[in-house]
């Protein structure tokens, strides 16, 4: 076993569960809130979950941080995307300038952003990008893995050390975000290889494809996924076979978190590949993961399901890059407000409670 193989492995064995005491805590509250039962559907839930992160009933994301993490992936040769490579490096700097769908919404909702170059190809110069680059992109994947299994053990603990700066700077929640043309190609390959699902099933045409080059991608994915035999047993190996270094680095992020006891919320399609990748390597850290929009792409309904949670917007979304965080904070705030600021039936509230002792316990508000 490699050092950064130990390492990640024994890393792996820090995540713990949520706080199980405070999320009592936190369900008590709820149900002492002057509100019929259930009422506020999801927000009661997100404010619950949010307690067994923290291990406090009352919480405030005052500094909130989306990480977009951006490569490039060498499969982009085989005709895979409509857009040429040059776009990542270019949309990473226009990120740090707030002028991609994801950093305009960001900056609007006061967010922090940090543009992570993790496998970019083309040469740029924009000091804002922080440089944690493996390699000049993966290799092409429908000829030869995408990286080495050292590679992919890199990005996941560069991901890692990303969400554990963020704790030590303060950061009360995670974005995942990304940018990296053909990396819709390496997540239906994720996606696959971890579940067994089809082609079909998991691919889509990411940002537009014709009809031609549509069938060329789907294609392309089951020659790589056939040609490599990825084992869905070691994630690490599915990865590095035919992952790319944005996805892996964002499954260190997602682990990070879950570490750092720091809620991290899922993005779209590439996010939720690295999200259910984390999950496979670490079952507990799904219970630190918050969903945002529903992503377009068709892959990631079956992704959303494996991690056993449901998408709070539906907006037609499939932008990526850390798009629907932004929005999923301001939902998280409304949780937290509702928690913290209700009034409390009996003398806070004025209100006898007791006419709802015969819909307590029932379905009635439940979502």
Not at 248 to 270: K, Q, S
């Given at each position: 076993m490699s050092d950064r193989e130990e390492r990640f492995t024994s890393f792996l064995k820090t995540i713990t569960g949520p706080d199980e005491a405070a999320r009592r805590l936190a369900e008590e509250r709820q149900a002492a809130l002057a509100k019929p039962p259930g009422s506020l559907g999801k927000l009661e839930e997100i404010s619950i979950r949010l307690a067994?992160?923290?291990?406090?009933?009352?919480?405030?994301?005052?500094?909130?941080?989306?990480?977009?993490?951006?490569?490039?992936?060498?499969?982009?040769?085989?005709?895979?995307?409509?857009?040429p490579v040059s776009v990542t490096a270019a949309q990473a700097v226009n990120m740090t300038r707030h002028k991609t769908g994801m950093s305009s919404i960001a900056a609007a909702f006061g967010c922090e952003i940090q543009v992570v170059d993790v496998g970019i190809k083309c040469d740029y110069d924009c000091p804002l990008v922080?440089?944690?680059?493996?390699?000049?992109?993966t290799k092409n994947l429908h000829k030869e893995p995408a990286m080495t299994r050292e590679q992919a053990l890199t990005a996941l603990l560069t991901g890692i050390e990303l969400a554990q700066q963020a704790k030590e700077?303060?950061?009360?929640?995670?974005?995942?975000?990304?940018?990296?043309?053909?990396?819709?190609?390496?997540?239906?390959?994720?996606?696959?290889?971890?579940?067994?699902?089809?082609?079909?099933?998991?691919?889509?045409?990411?940002?537009?494809?014709?009809?031609?080059?549509?069938?060329?991608?789907?294609?392309?994915?089951?020659?790589?996924?056939?040609?490599?035999?990825?084992?869905?047993?070691?994630?690490?190996?599915?990865?590095?076979?035919?992952?790319?270094?944005?996805?892996?680095?964002?499954?260190?992020?997602?682990?990070?978190?879950?570490?750092?006891?720091?809620?991290?919320?899922?993005?779209?399609?590439?996010?939720v590949a690295a999200a259910l990748a984390a999950k496979s390597l670490c079952p507990l850290s799904a219970e630190y993961m918050f969903p945002s929009h529903a992503s377009f792409e068709p892959g990631y309904s079956e992704a959303i399901k494996q991690l056993g949670l449901t998408p709070w917007l539906q907006l037609g979304m499939r932008l990526g890059e850390g798009s629907g965080c932004p929005i999923a904070f301001a939902v998280m705030d409304a949780a937290c407000a509702a928690m913290n600021d209700m009034a409390l039936f009996g003398e806070e509230s004025e209100i006898d409670d007791s006419?709802?002792?015969?819909?307590?316990?029932?379905?009635s508000f439940s979502v």
């Open positions: 067994g992160i923290t291990g406090k009933v009352k919480n405030s994301l005052k500094k909130k941080r989306i990480i977009a993490l951006c490569a490039d992936n060498g499969v982009v040769e085989e005709g895979v995307s409509s857009s922080l440089n944690r680059s493996i390699a000049k992109g700077e303060g950061v009360d929640v995670i974005g995942v975000g990304e940018m990296g043309i053909g990396n819709t190609t390496t997540s239906s390959l994720v996606l696959m290889a971890l579940t067994g699902i089809s082609v079909e099933q998991a691919t889509g045409r990411g940002g537009g494809l014709t009809d031609a080059a549509f069938a060329v991608k789907k294609r392309i994915i089951s020659e790589s996924l056939a040609l490599h035999k990825p084992d869905p047993k070691d994630v690490v190996d599915v990865l590095s076979k035919v992952g790319g270094f944005d996805i892996a680095a964002m499954c260190g992020v997602f682990l990070g978190a879950a570490a750092c006891r720091i809620p991290v919320v899922i993005d779209g399609f590439i996010s006419y709802l002792a015969e819909i307590r316990g029932k379905d």
